[in-house]
Nanobody, 120 residues
């Protein structure tokens, strides 16, 4: 059983920056990938960014060039540096992790979420 805890959310003005952190604990196998999703009121949850243990990275087009995802593999911690924040970025941000048990088999876990509000 893997437990994910997010932190770093808050209220910022448009153009501001925020850094989110997520720590994974309790894993018995390799966490091969971690990522961030977000969900705004009345909208579907969407993928923001992912990073694999191989350092392969994916960004949604809406955040490309503004957000940076990074990972400390030794600590099983993932970060999301968010710059040039816009009101459209307002959402609850959820941490996600994939625990690899064997080739082609694993388990997915979710954090409880942290609120990010961008407003003037």
């Amino acid at each position: 059983q893997v437990h994910l805890v997010e932190s770093g959310g808050g209220l910022v003005q448009p153009g501001g920056s925020l850094r989110l952190s997520c720590v994974a604990s309790g894993s018995r196998f390799t966490i091969s990938a971690m990522g961030w999703y977000r969900q705004a009121p009345g909208k579907l949850r969407e993928l923001v960014a992912t990073i694999h243990s191989t350092s392969h990275i994916y960004y949604a087009d809406s955040v490309k060039g503004r957000f940076t995802i990074s990972r400390d593999n030794a600590e099983n911690t993932v970060y999301l540096q968010m710059n040039s924040l816009q009101t459209e970025d307002t959402a609850v941000y959820f941490c996600n992790a994939y625990e690899s048990i064997e080739a082609g088999k694993g388990l997915e876990y979710w954090g409880q979420g942290t609120q990010v509000t961008v407003s003037s």
